[in-house]
């Protein structure tokens, strides 16, 4: 996606996050669960953001579905039986929320955990993974992370993608008002920056977060910008750039 150095981190992500290379990726299956809406500007010129995931993501072989989690379509227990790994992207709605469909999301994410599912949560899908599994969200402490921020590996990073050499700072496309709080026991934090407490974390080997947004491109993230001006959400001064609090009802599929 010509993301520099925030392609290497996010193909360290999916091989702690996802099966391995080799045989079981070679055969396997995975599902998206999209929890926002896609764009116009994404539909019209990715084909959604399942497209734009499966760009990201996708390797030889492997077969991939999207189910639409906003919409409260989640695979049941059965189907889910038959993926090797799930990807839950981000969303306008809180990960703290109690809209049915949330709640619902969490319960699904909870017997995927206990099942041995691998999960790859991405912005919302960060948030609502930490909570699943014990943790907590909610609103940051130093308001709106929106552009291109850099991010900063902790030495578990370091370990856990061992022999690849991560660099010190890493510049991560980010979209986000809510943050991770607390982590779930027994989860460490990957990757940090000056705005974000947690930028990375995984639970074991099968469950990891990532609060930036690795399938973005600058583009995606100006076409949201661009929305943002145009619905008044974003106010521009002379001095800053301020961001209205409630995007949630607007629908704006980020």
Not at 231 to 246: D, R
């Amino acid at each position: 996606m010509g993301m520099g150095p925030l392609e290497n981190a996010a193909s360290a992500a999916e091989s702690a996050a996802l099966p391995e290379a080799g045989a079981a990726a070679a055969a396997g299956s995975y599902a998206v669960l999209q929890c926002g809406e896609d764009s116009e500007y994404v539909r019209q010129k990715y084909g959604g953001y399942f497209a734009v995931f499966r760009a990201l993501l996708e390797e030889d072989g492997e077969s991939w579905r999207v189910y639409g989690a906003v919409r409260g379509e989640l695979p049941t227990d059965a189907e889910a039986a038959g993926f090797d790994g799930f990807v839950i992207s981000g969303s306008c709605s809180d990960a703290h929320g109690d809209e049915p469909w949330i709640l619902d999301l969490v319960g699904l994410i909870r017997r995927l955990h206990a099942a041995g599912k691998r999960i790859l949560g991405v912005c919302f899908g960060h948030q609502i993974l930490c909570r699943a599994l014990g943790g907590r969200t909610g609103r940051s402490t130093k308001g709106w992370d929106i552009g291109v921020s850099c991010i900063h590996p902790t030495a578990a990073a370091a370990r856990l993608f061992a022999p690849l050499k991560l660099p010190v700072h890493m510049p991560v496309i980010e979209f986000h008002h809510d943050e991770v709080w607390e982590l779930p026991a027994g989860a460490e934090v990957l990757a940090r920056s000056d705005q974000t407490r947690v930028e990375m974390f995984r639970l074991g080997d099968r469950a990891m977060g990532v609060q930036g947004h690795p399938e973005y491109s600058k583009d995606i993230l100006m076409s949201i910008a661009d929305r943002l001006l145009r619905h008044n959400h974003i106010l521009v001064s002379s001095q800053s750039v301020s961001v209205i609090y409630n995007l949630g009802p607007a629908g704006l599929g980020i």
